[in-house]
C-alpha cells in the first residue's frame, strides 16, 4: 500500500498508522517524506513486514542509520540521470553527490535499494546502460519509469524475465548481474 504525504502534514501519524494496519508491505511516499517531522517515529510504529520510504534522496544520508534502527526495510529513489551536472540543472540545482551519499549509507545499512529511474528522450536517454551497469556492480533494482517508450529502452539489453510478485513492476536480470531491471507497467 502506497501512503501519500501532502504538504499540509496530512495524513497525520495516527492516519499513517491506521491505513498502514493489516498490510503486508508500505510505501511512504508523496510530499518528500525525510522532510517529515516525526518520520522515523512513524517508521518505528508500523508493524508491516516491508516498510519503504520514496524519497529524492537528498536528506537519506544523515538519516538512514536511524530509519533503519526503526525498521525501515528499504528506499526508493527517484532519479532522472546520475550525472552530476545534468541532475543538478534538472533538479533546481540539488546536488547528486547528496543522493549517492543516501545510497551508499542505505546499502551500509542492509538496506534495499530501488532507483525509480524517469530516462527522457535527448536528456538523459544516452544513459540505459550506465544504470544497467548499476546491477552488476548492486543489488539494486532499478525500474524504468514510462517516461519515453519500454521499446527503445530495451532494444539497448538483453534481459531474461525474473519470476516473483514485484507488483506492479515487470522484472527483468541480465546473466551474471546482481540487481534487476524493471518496467513499471
Not at 3 to 10: D, H, P, R
Not at 21 to 39: H, T, Y
Amino acid at each position: 500500500m502506497k501512503i501519500e504525504l501532502k504538504e499540509n502534514g496530512q495524513p497525520s501519524r495516527d492516519e499513517i498508522l491506521e491505513m498502514a494496519r493489516g498490510q503486508k508491505q508500505v510505501i511512504i511516499a508523496g510530499e518528500e517524506p525525510l522532510s517529515r517531522v516525526g518520520i522515523v517515529d512513524i517508521v518505528k510504529k508500523l508493524q508491516n513486514e516491508e516498510i519503504y520510504i520514496q524519497t529524492d534522496g537528498q536528506e537519506l544520508e544523515p538519516m538512514a542509520e536511524k530509519l533503519k534502527k526503526a525498521g525501515l526495510t528499504g528506499v526508493i529513489i527517484e532519479v532522472n540521470t546520475m550525472r552530476y551536472t545534468r541532475y543538478k540543472n534538472s533538479n533546481n540545482g540539488k546536488e547528486l553527490a547528496k543522493v549517492v551519499d543516501g545510497i551508499n549509507k542505505a546499502v551500509d545499512q542492509q538496506m534495499k535499494v530501488r532507483l525509480n529511474v524517469s530516462l527522457e528522450k535527448g536528456f538523459s536517454d544516452d544513459e540505459v546502460l550506465d544504470f544497467v551497469q548499476l546491477t552488476f556492480q548492486h543489488a539494486y533494482e532499478i525500474v524504468f519509469l514510462p517516461t519515453m517508450p519500454y521499446e527503445e529502452i530495451k532494444a539497448k539489453m538483453r534481459l531474461f524475465p525474473v519470476e516473483g510478485d514485484y507488483g506492479d513492476v515487470e522484472m527483468f536480470k541480465y546473466a551474471g548481474a546482481r540487481g534487476k531491471i524493471g518496467f513499471l507497467k
